[in-house]
């Protein structure tokens, strides 16, 4: 069965340097998140998207910023990157009906040197 | 959400049934419990969920108390590959509305340890 894409699978950049992060939900799914997991934390949620509409925001710095496109995929953009953002990130995918359970993707590791 | 709480680690023999505890008292009647597990470095991987009754699928089995106050997972037959941090979680479901609902709130899991 198809799952949850994301792009790059590793990303290494500078400090004050920009990245954008990529998610293919799994298809038909509608609702798309992003979590950061830090070194030894537990995954932090940041933000979701519903037909294209931001439904939810958790701690998300106002240096990122996400969108979802008209073929559900979702791109994490981030800024003035600093050391601590250096993590897991995850995207995972669902459909909002039916209590259906979040399928996540196996993330991009990013650096930031 | 409602918050849950699982014991730091456990440990299992392979071959074994590997039982996960979880309570979560304070939970309403329109949330759901979750359990995913994260193998290291990989995604969370959704294992199984549950309202009221007891759930199984081809990974696990899940028993929740009449009261709904703790749940608890079992991996009948544990493997090597069962190693993994597993994570109880408790959702609002679909059907309570608001803008809430949808996102899983990782808290501290329980590290599954399965030895030969």
Not at chain 2, 86 to 110: D, E, H
Request: aromatic letters at 10%; charged letters at 20%; proline letters at 6%.
């Amino acid at each position: 069965a198809a799952g949850v894409i994301q792009s790059p699978r590793h990303l290494i950049k500078e400090k004050r340097e920009t990245a954008t992060l990529k998610c293919y939900p799994i298809p038909r799914h509608d609702t798309v998140y992003w979590y950061q997991q830090g070194p030894g934390q537990d995954p932090q949620f940041l933000i979701s998207f519903y037909e294209k509409m931001q439904s939810d925001k958790g701690s998300i710095p106002d240096r990122f910023s996400a969108q979802q496109f008209s073929d559900y995929h979702s791109e994490l953009n981030m800024s003035s990157l600093e050391l601590g953002d250096s993590a897991l990130y995850f995207c995972a995918s669902s459909l909002r009906i039916d209590n259906s359970p979040l399928h996540f993707g196996n993330g991009t590791r990013l650096t930031v040197t | 959400d409602a918050k849950t709480t699982q014991p730091p680690s456990m440990d299992c023999a392979e071959g074994r049934a590997a039982n996960l505890p979880c309570n979560h008292s304070t939970i309403s009647g329109n949330e759901y419990v979750y359990w995913y597990r994260q193998i290291h470095s990989q995604g969370p991987q959704y294992i199984i969920h549950g309202l009221k009754n007891n759930e199984t699928n081809e990974m696990a089995s899940l028993i929740i108390t009449e009261d709904r106050k703790s749940s608890t997972l079992i991996l009948p037959h544990a493997t090597l590959r069962d190693t993994a941090v597993y994570y109880c979680i408790v959702r609002v479901a679909a059907n309570a509305g608001g803008t809430s609902y949808g996102k899983l709130t990782f808290g501290q899991g329980t590290i599954l340890t399965v030895h030969p």
